[in-house]
């Protein structure tokens, strides 16, 4: 009997020469649900070194500004934008999965004193549109990151670092820059670095200090790229109420969950 067994043309190991059989890269299963799909691809991921951007004013149809504040839901493996995001005083599964524990089971919630409590409160998210240069060509990339202020200690979010730095003034009380200006903002570089050892990097933010006028920056986009921008709150992926319970089994046990559910969708 002919032997069909097939072998790779090539060693895995052989692209990076640090890889071990011990060392490998994870595979990212993190299903991050705050951007559609068709956007998902444009999030902004920072390499090590300089990243200089042009922010996109905001559209005129636009109610949040050049930056859309997320509130962000987690759950074991991924996060989603809670709907008030879009709607005020709209409702999550989080939200009734909150009242009833509140209610029944407070010990079971998270807090200071219980840190393996489960968490059912948002985290604030800082979205945007970042025009940057990939390979000389002007491309349109959405930044998502954490708006945590730092007021609880710890390092603030960097889109916190950013609206941080677009917010600064100068000692007669006006603004140093305005980045989101049309024709009158700046490029903002970030630095990524991180130490050897260092779970985490750092980033480092700094203004530009000459005029970008954002037409000169379109002037160079692709077609494609022009056409993929669009105002923020039309990027941001809205759960349908069944993926939203379905985020919530993930939280706390699916049982706990499902009944929450049965008591308040009637």
Known sequence: ??????????????????????????????????????FAERKLRFQTGETWMRLLPAFKQSVHGWMLGVHALEFEGGRCAHPRTLTRNAKSAFDHAYAWSLTNKPDSLFSKANKNGVRLLTNP???????????????????????????????PGLAWQVWHLTQQKDENDKLIANPAHPDEGVLICITKTQAAGAKYPS???????????????????????????????????VLTPDEDWECLAKVMSPETAGFIKNSVVK
Do not use: C
């Open 1 to 38: 009997m002919k032997n069909t067994t097939q072998f790779s043309e090539e060693n895995p190991t052989t692209h990076n020469a640090e890889a071990t059989p011990w060392k490998r890269d994870r595979l990212n299963n993190y299903q991050d649900l705050v951007l559609k799909p068709e």
């Open 125 to 155: 998210l800082g979205v945007f549109w970042a025009l940057i240069e990939e390979e000389r060509k002007t491309v349109a990339r959405l930044f998502v990151g954490s708006a945590y202020d730092g007021s609880r200690g710890g390092t």
């Open 203 to 237: 980033y480092r933010l700094q203004l530009g200090r000459q005029k970008a006028p954002i037409a000169d920056s379109i002037a160079k986009m692709a077609p494609e790229e022009f056409d993929a921008l669009v105002p923020l709150e039309e990027t941001i992926r």
